[in-house]
């Protein structure tokens, strides 16, 4: 019944203390969330609504990644994401939690992310009365002499209780008898101490020994005891107890004393003689295990020896009991209380942790960002625990202080770019005020993630590129490079050629086509110099980034000209196309007389345009000679009677290309007598009359008013035709500024089209044939009229035309 009653006031006291933690839980210091519950509560009780508290929304929590950081190594609580409610995680035994403490506080560390956040919450543990006091050993002995008079006081064993407060023990019974009282004596932190008072003089023939019951009661509601036995042995004649010199013992001892140090002697005196009055000395009955690890004594000289380590982060101060005892046989004894006050050192450096980090950080972040937030601790106290925390070296980044003591938040103080440094190893010193003065270092490595903050650059710009006609059509041709700053994604880069509508697509965009991935660029066809002999187009060079950077560059394409087109000859050229032709000429003309001029023309340009004239085959080689240079045919000396009157010359005509490509003309040269000449000289070009010596003068005054009528009529044409506007050019020719010698400019019609001829001066009456590729000039055909010769004095490029 009893061990009933026991546990329904336990669950009584359990309500009780529950009540109280929701009256008090949401009670707030400073900046500090404080929440209280009382220890064996079971596991998922609630502790209280951190989200609440905060003022957080919930669906905030989980985006935020909120968390609990405890300070030591046992977690005894989480948080619900989901409600923000803060749970037992398990069962805690305060005793365990806060050995020695009167007030057990557990600090936890909320963690909100995005942007970092960190709040303190602190649960105080109520102690309940779950312990029951108890004696180190269920008996004990005492030995008192009977000489001794009544007023002795002996310290008893004191019983410990893991409670504290009023949980621990408060008071001390001793079962009833005729020759002892009890008293208590309060320490303090030390707990009460129980002594025993001798009230009257012991008579050992009356009774050898006295059994006492002490009890021990603590102060909860209902209270709980424990028990333990004391026998007193009466002793004969040992009168005088041992007497310290001194009322009060205290000294100062710095901490990490060397093992052996001597820190006090203590010294007492025993009137007695013999062994009754030699005194050895001892550590009390009461010492606890700590200090007995931590201090020894010396039983014959009373020094107090450090045997340990001291460390004032784990005790500030000490007392010691030393007991002095004599070597009676029945042994005196006095306690006495010696105070030991550490002294602090600066034997602690400080300890950094990193709370909470982003490893990467966008080269793009404002300033003021947080990277991370860092905690410092120093077991030391005072200055020496002081601490003060910087980079060592220069960094975009400064350590900015919190509202919490040593809680430290490192942001960026400059603009950071990762295409300059990409990984920062930063190094954070924590030095504190103690002299000398200790520090730490705790290097931590942030790296910038890249954003697209750089365009495409190309290896040139502009590019210019030099391609030789007939190309092999889909055979890369040239490349184009662009490279990006940026890494990844923003650095990979996409290649395309700019079409716009603007430019000439028939130039180059129907022809070429770009690899994207690489900027090597093909032409779909070949090209021909002499269609096209330069052009330009853009490419663009765009990243993968979001939003995606770009770039372009001019591509300057000039086209090299190759020997493959064969020399055409214009003059001479039959009515079906073939490069033969009849000339008459007088049986008297003297030498040096000009027989015709064999005119050609060749597409190509520089050397593989240069025409040179030669003789290959000739029936007299003492009778004509061949300028190779203007392909004039003129008499080498005068003919004679025996002269043959037809004389047949075919002429080579081959340019100066790496592999000279050529053509033949056949000239028919036959002698006529003068007469004859002079009769098919009105059809001749005016630019021969002046070779004719032996024309009488009336033929000069017709043919002189032919060619003023001529001149008329062709001056007409040309003011005709200027006031038309035309826009047809050479199909063989390009450009117009060409600076070579002055040729004729030909225009005819075939069909629906008009066609333009460019070539040497050629006499008047000259004509094309339509069909004749429009490059080719024929003998002159008497059916013809002269409105055809058009426009006189085209510049051209010497190369090009070979001109008289």
């Given at each position: 019944?009893?061990?009933?009653?026991?546990?329904?006031?336990?669950?009584q006291?359990?309500?009780?203390?529950?009540?109280v933690l929701?009256?008090?839980?949401?009670?707030?210091?400073?900046?500090?969330?404080?929440?209280?519950?009382?220890?064996?509560?079971?596991?998922?009780?609630?502790?209280?609504?951190i989200?609440k508290d905060?003022?957080?929304?919930?669906?905030?929590?989980?985006?935020?990644?909120?968390?609990?950081?405890?300070?030591?190594?046992?977690?005894?609580?989480?948080?619900?994401?989901?409600?923000?409610?803060?749970?037992?995680?398990?069962?805690?035994?305060?005793?365990?939690?806060?050995e020695?403490?009167?007030?057990?506080?557990?600090?936890?560390?909320?963690?909100?992310?995005n942007?970092?956040?960190?709040?303190?919450?602190?649960?105080?543990?109520?102690?309940?009365?779950?312990?029951?006091?108890?004696?180190?050993?269920?008996?004990?002995?005492l030995?008192?002499?009977?000489?001794?008079?009544?007023?002795?006081?002996?310290?008893?064993?004191?019983?410990?209780?893991?409670?504290?407060?009023?949980?621990?023990v408060?008071?001390y019974k001793?079962s009833?008898?005729?020759?002892?009282?009890l008293?208590?004596?309060?320490?303090?932190?030390?707990?009460?101490?129980?002594?025993?008072?001798?009230?009257?003089?012991?008579?050992?023939?009356?009774?050898?020994?006295?059994?006492?019951?002490?009890?021990?009661?603590?102060?909860?509601?209902?209270?709980?005891?424990?028990?333990?036995?004391?026998?007193?042995?009466?002793?004969?004649?040992?009168?005088?107890?041992?007497?310290?010199?001194?009322?009060?013992?205290?000294?100062?001892l710095?901490?990490?004393?060397?093992?052996?140090?001597?820190?006090?002697?203590?010294?007492?005196?025993?009137?007695?003689?013999?062994?009754?009055?030699?005194?050895?000395?001892?550590?009390?009955?009461?010492?606890?295990?700590?200090?007995?690890?931590?201090?020894r004594?010396?039983?014959?000289?009373?020094?107090?020896?450090?045997?340990?380590?001291?460390?004032?982060?784990?005790?500030?101060?000490?007392?010691?009991?030393?007991q002095?005892?004599?070597?009676?046989?029945?042994?005196?004894?006095?306690d006495?209380?010696?105070?030991?006050?550490?002294?602090?050192l600066?034997?602690?450096?400080?300890?950094?942790?990193?709370?909470?980090?982003?490893r990467?950080?966008?080269?793009?972040?404002?300033?003021?960002?947080?990277?991370?937030?860092?905690?410092?601790?120093?077991?030391?106290?005072?200055?020496?625990?002081?601490?003060?925390?910087?980079?060592?070296?220069?960094?975009?980044?400064?350590?900015?202080?919190?509202?919490?003591?040593?809680?430290?938040?490192?942001?960026?103080?400059?603009?950071?770019?990762?295409?300059k440094?990409?990984?920062?190893?930063?190094?954070i010193?924590?030095?504190?005020?103690g002299?000398?003065?200790?520090?730490?270092?705790?290097?931590?490595?942030?790296?910038?993630?890249d954003?697209?903050?750089?365009?495409?650059?190309f290896?040139?710009?502009p590019?210019?590129?030099?391609?030789?006609?007939?190309?092999?059509?889909?055979?890369?041709l040239?490349?184009?490079?662009?490279?990006?700053?940026?890494?990844g994604?923003?650095?990979?880069?996409?290649?395309?050629?700019?079409?716009?509508g603007k430019?000439?697509?028939?130039?180059?965009?129907?022809?070429?086509?770009?690899?994207?991935?690489?900027?090597?660029?093909?032409?779909?066809?070949?090209?021909?110099?002499?269609?096209?002999?330069?052009?330009?187009?853009?490419?663009?060079?765009?990243?993968?980034?979001?939003?995606?950077?770009?770039?372009?560059?001019?591509?300057?394409?000039?086209?090299?000209?190759?020997?493959?087109?064969?020399?055409?000859i214009?003059?001479?050229?039959s009515?079906?196309?073939?490069?033969?032709?009849v000339?008459?000429?007088?049986r008297?003309?003297n030498?040096?007389?000009?027989?015709?001029?064999?005119?050609?023309?060749?597409?190509?340009?520089?050397?593989?345009?240069?025409?040179?004239?030669?003789?290959?085959?000739?029936?007299?080689?003492s009778?004509?000679?061949l300028?190779?240079?203007?392909?004039?045919?003129?008499?080498?000396?005068?003919?004679?009677?025996?002269?043959?009157?037809?004389?047949?010359?075919?002429?080579?005509?081959?340019?100066?290309g790496?592999?000279?490509?050529?053509?033949?003309?056949?000239?028919?040269?036959?002698?006529?007598?003068?007469?004859?000449?002079?009769?098919?000289?009105?059809?001749?070009?005016?630019?021969?009359?002046?070779?004719e010596?032996?024309?009488?003068?009336?033929?000069?005054?017709?043919?002189?008013?032919?060619?003023?009528?001529f001149?008329?009529?062709?001056?007409?044409?040309?003011?005709?035709?200027?006031?038309?506007?035309?826009?047809?050019?050479?199909?063989?020719?390009?450009?117009?500024?060409?600076?070579?010698?002055?040729?004729?400019?030909?225009?005819?019609?075939?069909g629906?089209?008009?066609?333009?001829?460019?070539?040497?001066?050629?006499?008047i009456?000259?004509?094309?044939?339509?069909?004749?590729?429009?490059?080719t000039?024929v003998?002159?055909?008497?059916?013809?009229?002269?409105?055809?010769?058009?426009?006189?004095?085209?510049?051209?490029?010497?190369?090009?035309?070979?001109?008289?």
């Amino acid at each position: 019944m009893e061990q009933k009653r026991h546990g329904a006031s336990r669950e009584q006291w359990l309500g009780i203390a529950f009540i109280v933690l929701l009256i008090l839980q949401w009670s707030r210091a400073s900046a500090q969330i404080r929440y209280s519950i009382a220890e064996e509560v079971k596991e998922g009780t609630v502790v209280g609504n951190i989200a609440k508290d905060l003022g957080l929304e919930m669906n905030a929590l989980k985006e935020r990644g909120c968390r609990i950081v405890e300070g030591s190594t046992e977690s005894f609580f989480h948080v619900n994401q989901n409600d923000g409610i803060l749970y037992v995680d398990r069962i805690i035994d305060r005793e365990k939690a806060c050995e020695r403490s009167s007030v057990c506080l557990i600090n936890l560390k909320t963690v909100l992310e995005n942007p970092l956040e960190i709040h303190y919450v602190t649960v105080e543990v109520l102690d309940v009365n779950d312990h029951s006091p108890s004696f180190s050993t269920k008996e004990s002995r005492l030995e008192i002499s009977e000489s001794v008079l009544p007023g002795l006081r002996l310290q008893l064993q004191a019983a410990h209780d893991p409670d504290v407060g009023q949980l621990s023990v408060q008071e001390y019974k001793l079962s009833p008898n005729d020759h002892f009282r009890l008293e208590v004596k309060d320490r303090g932190k030390d707990g009460k101490i129980p002594i025993l008072v001798l009230l009257k003089t012991l008579d050992r023939e009356t009774k050898k020994s006295h059994k006492l019951l002490l009890t021990a009661i603590d102060g909860g509601k209902p209270s709980k005891s424990g028990t333990t036995q004391l026998f007193v042995d009466v002793l004969d004649v040992n009168d005088n107890m041992p007497v310290f010199n001194e009322e009060t013992y205290s000294v100062r001892l710095e901490e990490n004393a060397p093992v052996g140090t001597t820190i006090i002697q203590v010294n007492a005196s025993d009137l007695d003689e013999g062994s009754n009055g030699e005194i050895i000395y001892s550590l009390g009955k009461n010492v606890n295990s700590r200090i007995r690890e931590l201090f020894r004594v010396d039983s014959n000289t009373g020094e107090i020896i450090v045997q340990d380590l001291i460390d004032f982060e784990s005790e500030e101060s000490y007392e010691i009991d030393i007991q002095a005892s004599d070597k009676g046989s029945a042994p005196l004894r006095t306690d006495k209380s010696v105070s030991v006050n550490i002294v602090d050192l600066n034997d602690n450096t400080p300890q950094i942790e990193v709370t909470s980090f982003s490893r990467a950080i966008p080269e793009d972040a404002r300033l003021g960002t947080t990277v991370a937030l860092i905690s410092v601790l120093d077991k030391d106290s005072g200055l020496n625990g002081k601490v003060i925390c910087s980079f060592n070296e220069d960094v975009p980044f400064t350590l900015s202080p919190s509202t919490q003591d040593n809680m430290y938040s490192i942001v960026t103080k400059s603009p950071l770019d990762r295409e300059k440094q990409s990984i920062y190893d930063v190094t954070i010193v924590a030095k504190d005020a103690g002299v000398p003065s200790l520090s730490s270092e705790k290097s931590i490595t942030i790296v910038i993630s890249d954003v697209n903050d750089n365009s495409p650059e190309f290896s040139a710009s502009p590019y210019t590129y030099y391609v030789t006609e007939n190309n092999s059509p889909g055979a890369s041709l040239f490349s184009v490079r662009a490279s990006d700053h940026d890494e990844g994604h923003n650095s990979r880069i996409l290649y395309h050629i700019l079409r716009d509508g603007k430019e000439n697509t028939k130039m180059h965009s129907f022809n070429l086509n770009i690899n994207s991935d690489n900027g090597d660029i093909m032409a779909l066809k070949s090209f021909d110099f002499e269609t096209l002999k330069t052009f330009h187009f853009h490419v663009v060079a765009s990243d993968s980034g979001t939003p995606s950077l770009s770039s372009n560059v001019t591509v300057n394409v000039f086209i090299l000209d190759q020997n493959d087109n064969t020399p055409v000859i214009l003059y001479p050229l039959s009515s079906n196309g073939s490069a033969e032709g009849v000339e008459e000429i007088p049986r008297n003309v003297n030498a040096g007389h000009l027989v015709t001029k064999v005119r050609a023309y060749d597409a190509d340009i520089g050397y593989n345009g240069w025409l040179l004239f030669s003789l290959q085959e000739v029936t007299d080689h003492s009778l004509f000679g061949l300028d190779r240079y203007t392909g004039q045919i003129r008499t080498l000396r005068s003919f004679t009677e025996t002269d043959e009157a037809e004389h047949k010359l075919v002429i080579l005509v081959k340019d100066n290309g790496n592999v000279s490509l050529s053509a033949t003309a056949t000239v028919i040269v036959k002698l006529v007598e003068p007469k004859e000449a002079f009769a098919a000289s009105d059809v001749k070009s005016p630019a021969k009359a002046d070779e004719e010596n032996n024309v009488t003068f009336y033929l000069m005054i017709t043919l002189g008013s032919v060619s003023a009528l001529f001149l008329i009529s062709i001056i007409v044409l040309i003011a005709m035709q200027c006031s038309k506007s035309t826009d047809y050019t050479s199909k063989y020719l390009q450009e117009t500024n060409y600076d070579g010698t002055l040729c004729h400019s030909i225009q005819y019609r075939s069909g629906d089209k008009r066609y333009m001829l460019v070539g040497p001066r050629m006499s008047i009456g000259s004509t094309i044939v339509p069909g004749s590729h429009a490059n080719t000039l024929v003998l002159p055909d008497r059916r013809r009229t002269s409105e055809e010769c058009l426009r006189v004095g085209y510049t051209v490029r010497p190369y090009y035309v070979q001109s008289g």
